[in-house]
Nanobody, 116 residues
Framework: QVQLVESGGGLVQAGGSLRLSCAAS????????MGWYRQALGKQRELVAG????????NYADSVKGRFTISRDNAKNTLYLQMNSLKPEDTAVYYC?????????WGQGTQVTVSS
């Protein structure tokens, strides 16, 4: 089985930055497209950013384009999300997982709170 462990969240003021990390236990990380998802209180979980298996292509939700950057280090089985110019509406629990049709069991996520 694959275990996903997110970290790096915290409390920041609007305009601040955070870098999230996702450690994936397993040997199949490097052959899968991955993504960062977030779920705000009372809202559905949504895909924020995706990245192909080798990191050659990325995509972003319109709401975060120009502010967030997804990357990966396959040698470390780690996915990253650099978040800049944070806004209060970015407040959510952030998760990582497969970006395609299938999902591994969800980790517990990491809380990002942006104050105004």
């Amino acid at each position: 089985q694959v275990q996903l462990v997110e970290s790096g969240g915290g409390l920041v003021q609007a305009g601040g930055s955070l870098r999230l990390s996702c450690a994936a236990s397993g040997r199949v990380f490097g052959i899968n497209s991955m993504g960062w998802y977030r779920q705000a209180l009372g809202k559905q979980r949504e895909l924020v950013a995706g990245i192909t298996s080798g990191g050659g292509s990325t995509n972003y939700a319109d709401s975060v384009k120009g502010r967030f950057t997804i990357s990966r280090d396959n040698a470390k089985n780690t996915l990253y999300l650099q978040m800049n110019s944070l806004k209060p509406e970015d407040t959510a629990v952030y998760y990582c997982n497969l970006a395609g049709a299938l999902r591994w069991p969800w980790g517990q996520g990491t809380q990002v709170t942006v104050s105004s």
